[in-house]
């Protein structure tokens, strides 16, 4: 595992537990503990990434180049931030958890590989738009883009917080 990693697991993963003085307890052969606010936690990104893509549609279709590039920007660092927080902390995990469940872990996999693709075209979506001047015919571009982009992630999320998140448990809750 790399350096960056590393450092970003140990700041995910034991940040709430730490302060608390809460016993930490680890999936199966993984260094990932479970964490009891890691859902909220997740699915308050997904509010604020919500909002913050909200303000990227208003700030794109009013034609505002300044706002739109800041919408962006704030997108952009927060999805990052979720998505490492999901893959560390919540895909290891439940490939750790149900390492012995072939069905839900085929779930856990196809969700992640899923995942994968999406992030591939967000982030092709957030590089052409990041590296542009943002002009009149680049935002009405973008706009129609941001539209097909909110359908797949608004579809995303609901599957991911109603089939997914409810995998989420201690390792003594799957009989580990």
Same mark, same amino acid.
């Given at each position: 595992?790399?350096?960056?990693? +590393?450092?970003?697991?140990? @700041?995910? =993963? ?19 503990? #479970? ?14 990434? /919500?909002?913050?893509?909200?303000? $990227? ?5 009013? /034609? +505002? &180049?300044?706002?739109? +590039? +800041? ?12 998505? $490492?927080?999901? @893959?560390?902390?919540? *895909?290891?995990? $439940? &490939? /750790? ?5 072939? /069905? ?5 996999? #196809?969700? =992640? ?13 957030? &590089?052409? *738009? &990041? ?5 009149? =015919?680049?935002?009405?571009?973008? =706009? ?23 995998? #989420? ?8």
């Amino acid at each position: 595992m790399s350096g960056f990693l +590393k450092w970003f697991e140990r @700041k995910f =993963s034991t940040s709430n537990e730490a302060a608390s003085g809460a016993e930490l307890v680890f999936a199966p052969n993984t260094s990932i503990p #479970y964490r009891p606010t890691l859902i909220d936690d997740l699915k308050s990104d997904h509010q604020q990434l /919500g909002s913050i893509f909200a303000e $990227l549609v208003a700030a794109t279709n009013a /034609g +505002k &180049r300044k706002e739109t +590039k +800041k919408a962006l920007d704030q997108f952009e660092g927060l999805l990052y931030e979720h998505l $490492l927080k999901e @893959k560390i902390s919540f *895909y290891i995990y $439940l &490939r /750790g958890i149900f390492s012995q469940d072939e /069905g839900t872990l085929e779930l856990v996999n #196809y969700f =992640s590989r899923e995942m994968d693709g999406i992030q591939r075209e967000v982030m092709k979506f957030l &590089r052409k *738009y &990041r590296e542009s001047s943002l002009s009149p =015919s680049e935002l009405s571009e973008m =706009s129609h883009e941001l539209n097909g982009l909110g359908k797949a992630l608004t579809n995303r999320i609901k599957r991911e917080e109603a089939q997914l998140y409810p995998l #989420y448990m201690p390792p003594s809750a799957v009989g580990q």
